[in-house]
């Protein structure tokens, strides 16, 4: 059974920084990709970045716009995000997901194992 636990989230103001973590245990060795996703008070959840187990392929969601970097330690089987210039709109809680998948799954449906999330607020 593949567990994934994130970290990293809280508050932070306008333009401020965050960096969260997800650690993963469990499950064997296979061709994980992994992302992060984000969903807010009402509304879907919402693909932010996604990387391939290699790290040679990472996608963002539109919204992005080069604030954001995910990474990920496959020694550790960990991954990170690299949050910057943050704004309230990125307010949400933020799940790491898992993929048994040779590519970068950027859809809700295409993750097979998900973390609880934690919370990230940015106020104005």
């Known amino acids: 059974q593949v567990r994934l636990l994130e970290s990293g989230g809280g508050w932070v103001q306008t333009g401020g920084y965050l960096r969260l973590s997800c650690a993963r245990s469990?499950?064997?060795?296979?061709?994980?990709?992994m992302g992060w996703f984000r969903q807010a008070p009402g509304k879907e959840r919402e693909f932010v970045a996604a990387?391939?187990?290699?790290?040679?392929?990472?996608y963002y969601g539109d919204f992005v716009k080069g604030r954001f970097t995910i990474s990920r330690d496959n020694d550790k089987n960990t991954m990170e995000l690299e949050m910057s210039s943050l704004t309230p709109e990125d307010t949400a809680v933020y799940y790491c997901?898992?993929?048994?998948?040779?590519?970068?799954?950027?859809?809700?449906?295409?993750?097979?194992?998900w973390g609880q999330g934690t919370q990230v607020t940015v106020s104005s």
């Open positions: 990387i391939s187990r290699g790290r040679t392929n990472r």
């Open positions: 469990g499950g064997e060795d296979r061709n994980y990709a």
């Open positions: 997901a898992a993929a048994v998948a040779l590519g970068v799954p950027t859809a809700v449906h295409e993750y097979d194992y």
